[in-house]
Nanobody, 117 residues
Framework: QVQLVESGGGLVQAGGSLRLSCAASGITFSTNSMAWYRQAPGKEREFVASFSPGGSTKYADSPKGRFTISRDNAKKTVYLEMNNLKFEDTAVYYC???????????WGQGTQVTVSS
């Protein structure tokens, strides 16, 4: 059974930092691309960053230069380090795993990030 459990969200002032964690079980990083998405109130879910099985990373334009995605294979955990947070970063952040062969996708339950201006 696949489980993705996010943690680390919270309330932070603009300019502050947070680190989100996604603990994964039931999947292997060697065959799954890991990613973070976010959904703000009244908006569609959008891509934030991804980490491929081979180790390459991609970022959406908005958080580029401020967010860093990383992966700890031993802990089976993916992180999203968020610096210089802005009010518009306020959203529920979701962890995603997508199998590179079957394209089956899994989602975590989400963690709320609120940035006060």
């Amino acid at each position: 059974q696949v489980q993705l459990v996010e943690s680390g969200g919270g309330l932070v002032q603009a300019g502050g930092s947070l680190r989100l964690s996604c603990a994964a079980s039931g999947i292997t990083f060697s065959t799954n691309s890991m990613a973070w998405y976010r959904q703000a109130p009244g908006k569609e879910r959008e891509f934030v960053a991804s980490f491929s099985p081979g180790g390459s990373t991609k970022y959406a334009d908005s958080p580029k230069g401020r967010f860093t995605i990383s992966r700890d294979n031993a802990k089976k955990t993916v992180y999203l380090e968020m610096n210089n947070l802005k009010f518009e970063d306020t959203a529920v952040y979701y962890c995603n795993a997508r199998n590179i062969w079957s394209l089956v996708s899994y989602w975590g339950q989400g963690t709320q990030v609120t940035v006060s201006s």
